[in-house]
């Protein structure tokens, strides 16, 4: 009897460690499937997060390019209207510069003029 009861319980640990040994590899393949769902879901989220990141990147990069491009036009306009009061100013200043000199040139004229004048009366009268 007691190698009777010794088959049987040796054929009973076997037949349940096979049975544990199943559950372990259900419990295995489950785990691995729910991580590989995961890591699925996680992926695709990611880029789902990247595609709106680099969407908005592009929306943010365009509206300040086109602020840029205002900015740099009205800054363009500014200095032309600058340059133009500049050249006006500056084409005022010559003009009046101009007058006065031609004005100063005139008076010297005048003054050369008479004193000739009087220098050649003055020789008229000494040879008479």
């Known amino acids: 009897m007691k ?3 010794g ?3 040796t054929l009973a640990l076997l037949l349940s460690t096979g049975m544990v040994y199943a559950q372990v590899a259900t419990d295995t393949k489950k785990a691995a499937e729910d991580t590989g769902h995961a ?4 992926a695709k989220d990611t880029a789902n997060a990247t595609d709106k990141a680099a969407h908005k ?4 990069t365009d509206d300040a390019a086109h602020k840029t491009g205002h900015a740099t036009k009205v800054a363009a306009k500014d200095t032309a209207h600058g340059t133009e ?3 006006d100013k500056t084409a ?5 510069a101009a ?7 005139k008076k010297v004229g005048k003054d050369v003029g008479h004193g000739v004048k009087e ?3 003055k020789t008229a009268d000494a040879v008479k």
């Open 57 to 60: 990147t592009a929306d943010a």
């Open 119 to 121: 220098g050649a009366d």
């Open 92 to 96: 005022d200043a010559t003009g009046k």
């Open 99 to 105: 007058k006065k000199t031609g004005h100063g040139i």
């Open 7 to 9: 088959r049987v319980l």
């Open 39 to 42: 890591t699925k879901t996680a």
């Open 3 to 5: 190698l009777t009861l």
């Open 85 to 87: 009061k500049a050249a």
